[in-house]
């Protein structure tokens, strides 16, 4: 079936970087568009940015424009995405989301990944 | 770019129905049909329910509904049960070409 699976929970020191991936199957990996979505506890969801599988262009939220990458692997049909110079502030669950090829809501999730910045 | 604009929460008893507001700008909301909502339950990933204003994705109980007047987007649910009580969230397509989500709302089930 179609799904998104991420790798596991971590925990970094401030400072660090960090690395999250998206191994997507069931589907045709390059024909649809990947973003990444992230939950601080008990906060709102917040829009990174997006990826295109196809041609790997990317966009990115200005709040993390020069600290996240999006990469993918097209024959690994897996996307990344990687968050620099971590903060406390950047505790939290960290999501990708398939977006619909016909519409524009974002239609398959993974199942989030914990992020945990600590000294 | 500011979190679209929802209230903190809603709240009903089952069988009645409430309304989910969603105001953005002339940017965001209103300038596109490309809002989507979605339900999430505590420790779960969310769920689309909604997008493009008012399509209902395959799946998606025909006791949820959208609509959108100018800047604000509305999620209603008719019917009210107790599966579904959860946050709910907004989101939109930005004129930056970026996406936007709404601050979330608390829908309780009385």
């Known amino acids: 079936q179609v799904q998104l699976v991420q790798s596991g929970a971590e925990v970094k020191k401030p400072g660090a970087s960090m690395k999250v991936s998206c191994k997507a199957s069931?589907?045709?990996?390059?024909?649809?568009?990947m973003h990444w979505v992230r939950q601080a506890p008990g906060q709102r969801l917040e829009w990174m940015g997006w990826?295109?599988?196809?041609?790997?262009?990317?966009k990115y939220s200005q709040n993390f424009q020069d600290r996240v990458t999006l990469t993918r692997d097209t024959s690994a049909t897996t996307a990344y995405m990687e968050l620099s110079s971590l903060r406390s502030e950047d505790t939290a669950v960290y999501y990708c989301?398939?977006?619909?090829?016909?519409?524009?809501?974002?239609?398959?999730w993974g199942q989030g990944t914990m992020v945990t910045v600590s000294s | 770019q500011s979190a679209l604009t929802q209230p903190a929460s809603v709240s009903g008893s089952p069988g009645q129905s409430i309304t989910i507001s969603c105001t953005g700008t002339?940017?965001?909301?209103?300038?596109?049909?490309?809002v989507s909502w979605y339900q999430q339950h505590p420790g779960k990933a969310p769920k689309l329910m909604i997008d493009?204003?008012?399509n209902r994705p395959s799946g998606v109980s025909d006791r949820f509904s959208g609509s959108k007047s100018g800047n604000t987007a509305s999620l209603t649910i008719s019917g009210l049960q107790a599966e579904d009580e959860a946050d709910y969230y907004c989101?939109?397509?930005?004129?930056?070409?970026?996406?936007?989500f709404g601050g979330g709302t608390k829908l309780t089930v009385l």
């Open positions: 989301a398939r977006k619909k090829s016909a519409t524009n809501g974002f239609d398959i």
């Open positions: 069931g589907y045709t990996f390059s024909s649809y568009a």
């Open positions: 990826i295109n599988t196809g041609n790997g262009n990317t």
């Open positions: 002339s940017s965001d909301v209103g300038g596109y049909n490309y």
């Open positions: 493009d204003v008012s």
């Open positions: 989101s939109s397509y930005t004129r930056s070409s970026t996406w936007v």
